[in-house]
DNA sequence: AATGAATGAGACTTCATTCAT
DNA sequence: AATGAATGAAGTCTCATTCAT
């Protein structure tokens, strides 16, 4: 017995969509590509989204969605503060550089860059950030340490990687995780002069 | 005695396309927008530049010279190490966020985003990272620190911020330069917990 | 005994499409719209009619009938030739310009603009000419007055009417056939010079 | 020597899309016929045009001009107001049936067919009819006589004749202005019962 | 009777680039 | 150095229609 259109190719165009998107940017994916690769033709797209931008709002939300429960799946079982936040680091370098499509195309495709979904991406993104705004209140800092600053420059420095990071290169996440939530921790070993 | 071609309008041109580069990214600025807002038509363009790559190229090649210019100036006079950090932030922030199109091209427009750029494109950007490196190696650290990692912490925390900085905003860059710099060092007072 | 079909949803989808033909016009509207309008996915329309040409002709057709009837009901109960001309342009106009989506049909849309329905609009249209033509056929009018000229003129003014007339302006169907007819009336007052 | 660029291609491709307009309506020509019938590829018509609907203005403009222009040097050496009238509705006729693609255009295509280009459309229609109200003013007419129905019915008739004239027909452009104006006459003959 | 997905053609338009003048 | 016209490919999207379910 066959099972009755839970055979749809909606989710194909969107894994489709993603995989393109993250690796060529929105712009320069055409509907065109997403379709080939999804095995359709261009005007069957339409079937299952109504315009680009909504695919790349569906693409991005998804993205925003796993992101969003890796991190939280990583954190959920440690209780220290600098623990939690290097669990954390690991969870969004390996979604962003290595494991998901659409984790990747949510850092790297501008909001801006689609005027047409700029809003709703930036939506999605603020339900992001504001999981990394908690694991910071919770971190033990010296006085007067801007918070904000500290959420900005980790995050920052995290999504900056799919610039240059290569999956053969020496650092993986994990290590790369370590490495920077240890350069932001306040008790440092003295240098020696 | 005049230089020939004194009254050449390729700077012009120039300034044109960094402009509409760094607002709109390179795959959103046609040849047409560039010619235009540089007052001439399409095709008088490719009596200056052989294709839109090259232009990006020339725009670049620029980009790298000013912010290297710029941070070399910021540096040139201070001799502590933390000092001199902190002052190549603030001299990078200032021109990827505001005052120089030509370097905001350089962190905005990824290499791979143009093929047929990349290869001249990274040589560039890797001029501009030997400098960090340098900047970085005259730090007093902790023994094993991975001065790599924070060089690649730093310059991406920076970079980042074009993607949420806003000018209207609270922080400077210089208030930022300082945050950021002062979130990296080593001797930071103990938290209260 | 109920009818067969009787919950049959073909009329609403006629009704549909001779809103939508009456407002935007036949190339303006799609099989889509239609079928929105009508509560049903495009395919399903495909169910009540084999093309969307076979909707026009089944629109015109009931269109033309509906007309005939509203000009031969008012003009029953009249024995004068001009009071039976005139009660039977202010039926057409009521039709064309308020009442019927259906009958707006018949004179929005120009039979050449579908070719394959041309043929039997065409042998609806006139269908209902003939009935003017009678009309005309009564008139008292002087010796080697041309029938043809008056009922192609009289029929083309009150239907090119729908290019301009608004619903909010000064001269309601009522007037208007008034006025129509009058100016043809042959006795009329001498001018004053 | 050759004349520098006086041999421009604009006007060819407006004779192609008034010829077209003009046969098969605005939404039945595309893009691609037009460029086809002027000898060039789609993408060239944007060297003289920006949009498909400025075509259609461009075409519009100059059929109102013509038709202007051609019932302007009709009636200017008549007196008489009824043989303006007259020389009126043939030229008229003569352009908007056979002469004049440009004319015919003016006529058969909706402004409200076009969204983008209705009102621009509308005022120049506006301008035509301007001097069809001054011929109108000068009839000596019975008072009360409404002039603005005069003329919306006579203007009416004649342009929907392009719905039914063929020019293999009895009657011509003349003889069916002649008979138009005649039934508008006030003094007609007393008919015989 | 109706659905939902798909088709294949074709819509308007933009693009980087070329070239004779 | 610059123009203006043209190219040819490609862009996103809509269309009427079909068909297995």
């Known amino acids: 017995m066959r099972q009755a259109h839970a055979d749809s190719r909606a989710p194909l165009v969107l894994d489709a969509a993603a995989r393109l998107f993250c690796h060529r940017g929105y712009e320069g994916t055409s509907v065109r590509d997403i379709a080939g690769a999804?095995?359709?033709?261009?005007?069957?797209?339409?079937?299952?989204?109504?315009?680009?931008?909504?695919?790349?709002?569906?693409?991005?939300?998804?993205?925003?969605?796993?992101?969003?429960?890796?991190?939280?799946?990583?954190?959920?079982?440690?209780?220290?503060?600098?623990?939690?936040?290097?669990?954390?680091?690991?969870?969004?370098?390996?979604?962003?550089?290595?494991?998901?499509?659409?984790?990747?195309?949510?850092?790297?495709?501008?909001?801006?860059?689609?005027?047409?979904?700029?809003?709703r991406l930036v939506a999605q993104r603020d339900r992001y950030e504001a999981l990394w705004a908690a694991l910071v209140a919770a971190l033990p800092l010296p006085r007067r340490t801007d918070r904000r600053a500290l959420r900005l420059m980790l995050l920052g420095a995290l999504n900056w990687a799919q610039n240059w990071y290569r999956a053969d290169g020496a650092s993986s996440p994990r290590v790369l995780a370590r490495q920077f939530t240890a350069l932001l921790k306040p008790h440092r070993e003295t240098p020696t002069p």
Not at 74 to 91: G, I, K, S, T
């Open 38 to 119: 999804a095995g359709m033709l261009p005007g069957s797209l339409y079937c299952h989204f109504d315009t680009k931008d909504d695919l790349l709002v569906a693409v991005y939300l998804r993205g925003v969605e796993q992101i969003c429960t890796a991190v939280e799946a990583a954190v959920q079982p440690l209780a220290d503060p600098w623990h939690r936040l290097e669990a954390a680091c690991v969870a969004h370098l390996e979604a962003i550089l290595r494991d998901d499509d659409y984790a990747r195309v949510v850092v790297r495709v501008r909001p801006a860059e689609v005027p047409g979904a700029a809003r």
